[in-house]
């Protein structure tokens, strides 16, 4: 399926740039776009255009009219000015490390990469926030933050690379938002360009805002709303101490029910992860970080916060463990310790990688007693599809993160793959979850959207998509469907149809 | 939960639809209501025909393991508190009840959160999911009852501090927290200057600080968390140690406090936490660690505007004053067209609390 798909999306990209072309519109656009960028920082040729043809999810890809790196905030309101003049798309473009295309370029338009605004502007250490552009990677703000102790909560995997700016666009998550939330929860003001290049700041430096709650419907809105200039995030102060409690189990259910008795007994970790025998496995080959490996699953569990608190906390989740069946438990003496502990957890994707040609990274939420049930029909499904699947998550959240193993050269694996993920959301959505909980809709879970939502809700997104960008430019063909029913009323542009 | 509150529960939203119905054939608007305990307050007037949402009320779900709740808008705050108490749970965002009227509903229209929001957050922050019906009298669900879910756009928390005017809503999931093991609340005698900076490098400090206000020259600091942490701060941090009964939480949250006595306008500021005290406008309450300050009395708008904008924040006239006229500070043309776009988006034909939240939205 995606095999044929990239073949039409070459073929219409052909059409689009021969009709573009004609009209003269690709060539006013570039001629434009040089006008206001450095020569540098406009790229038309194929070639030179690759590095930005996907993101994390790479089975999704195309090449735009072009891709523009502007190197600061007039530039970007200069492309989105053009842009709308000659009504060409903008796919905005952070450190291209999402998981659900949702930065994959338009055929028909143009690429905003911003990762070239890059500055910490300022950091405020009795107010606790800093304000930076939205290039600036995740892990950089609080390593700036660091000399004044404190630090950025939300820590996505991809953190040393992925961009605030990106974290907005997806509400980005981590291994920490059970305790600390995630990118809406710690983000305070931002500046906007609308898809005119109208300038809008929303937010605000106190904890609310006077109108409609704008910082909660643009965190997650995958760039169909606005481009992100500039963020101010809060910080936390660095706990005094983390410590973490691994812990091995016989049974995929001992390990679910031992995610629930932790949450009951009164105790929020900072962290609580779930890894499965498969990616356990793997992830010990590949960061020897002592983790036992003829368990089941085992648990990753985190307390930070005072000393008295996590020495408090450990023993009473060392005690509940154990009371639950646990075959191994090993609790981090120091940093070195935990750091290797969680060193397998950080590397279990690639260490994954390394024992397939391809993986399919899933994202379903579910409630947080339906772990092992739902852990069981994914395993009955790898049996029925024949494709092995590893499973490492948030499972505090009830955030799966399912790895199906396949070969991307192997079309009928392809097919076999997508096919075991839709169920995967399904199955996700019928347990009262939804069809993702931390990496976006983007291109890739576009088709799934109706068996989350009514038609009405569905309605309901597009209006609010139409309110900030009638003519469909920001980010077209992701996030959300365009209805068909909709386009009888409406003279919908042919780039955001989708069967 | 009592028997009588049992019985009282109900699914009326069918009814619900049936009057936005009705009145979007008669061209006529929409106020909702339930408790009545913020009609003075928060918004603007709002002159239209009442649609009292009360009786669609009760607690539908309540899983303890995976802290979270859901109930129809109506039920009364009391009741949510009463369910989660059973378990040793709370709502993070300890919301003023208002002597029992206050709903959840209203409670998330409004955006209403107690002294522990800088901490554990806004109802805005914990809201999961919403069923609402919007002005074209269709049922929505957004969100869900997980932690986790950037499917579509956030507008379950697109409705806190929307007073109603994009939907009414019907049922909301929220997260739920612990009950803390332990609370203590610190004294010290300060000015306001040496308040706000004290706040602020408390906040800064890896410590369960849970409230920080200012009042009369006094600054209260609250602890919660394992008592052994609660204990071992509180020696560190030195201040006289209140009993919780003599702690003013209780007053500050539900606005009883004195300072909230009387008729005389009453003016929030939500500002950035460490911004300099101003004693331009009289004695102030300072709250949320210094983000969240009151004021009383007449003043200039345009001053008080000022004030906020240079404190990185903006100001409200909460309660009392002229009600007839906006509440809030004017928006940006930018602001403006968009909050009206996203208005129409949801209520094509203004039926819902017209006018409550801007004038001219």
New interface residues.
Partial sequence: MTIARRTEDEDMQVNNAERLSASGTREALIRRLRDCLPADCVIENSESQRPYECDALTIYRDLPLAVVLPQNVQQVEDVLRICHTLDVPVVARGAGTGLCAGAMPHPEGVLLALGKLDRILEIDPLARTARVEPGVSNLSISEAAARHGLYYAPDPSSQVACSIGGNVSENSGGVHCLKYGLTVHNILAMNILTVAGEALAIGSLGLDSPGYDLMALFTGSEGLLGIVTEVTVRLLPAPEIARVVMAGFDSIDAAGNAVGAVIAAGIIPAGLEMMDRLAVRAAEDFAHAGYPRDAAAILLCEMDGTREEVAEHVDRVVQLFRELGATSLTVSADEHQRALLWKGRKSAFPAVGRIAPDYYCMDGTIPRGQVAYVLNEIYRLSKQYGLPVANVFHAGDGNLHPLILFDASDPEQVRQAESFGADILDLSVRVGGCLTGEHGVGVEKLRKMPSQFSPHELIQFEDIKYAFDPALNLNPGKGIPILKRCQEYRALPDRHRHD | MTERDVANNSDRSEDIIAALGEARTRHSALYITAGGSKREMVGRHCDAVELDVSAHRGIIDH??????ITARAGTPLTEVAAALGEH?QILPFEPPVFGGKATLGGTLAC?LSGPA??WR??I??MVLGVQMI?GRG?????G????????????S??Q???LGT?GVLTEISLKV???P?KTLTLRYALSAEQAV?TM??R??????LSGAFWVDGELYLRLS??A??V???ARQWGGEALDDDQAPWDQLREMTHPFFGGDTPLWR???????RPTAEFGAALID?AG??RWVRGEHPRAQLQRAALD????V?LFRGGDRGGDV??P??P??RR??Q??????DPDAILNPGR??SW?
């Fill in positions: 899983q303890p393991g995976e802290l979270v040793q955006n929001r800088p957050g806004a805005r922050d919007n269709e049922r929505l669900n957004f869900g009852r997980v932690m986790k879910n950037v499917a579509g756009y956030d507008v928390r697109l806190a501090g929307a994009l927290l612990p009950r093991q900076q602020n490098e906040a800064g400090e890896p410590k369960p968390g394992a052994s942490a204990d071992s701060t500021f939500s500002v950035q936490s460490s911004a949320w983000a969240q404190a990185g924040g903006h409200t809030r500070p928006l940006t930018v602001e968009l909050q776009h996203l208005k129409k988006a949801f939240l801007y939205l």
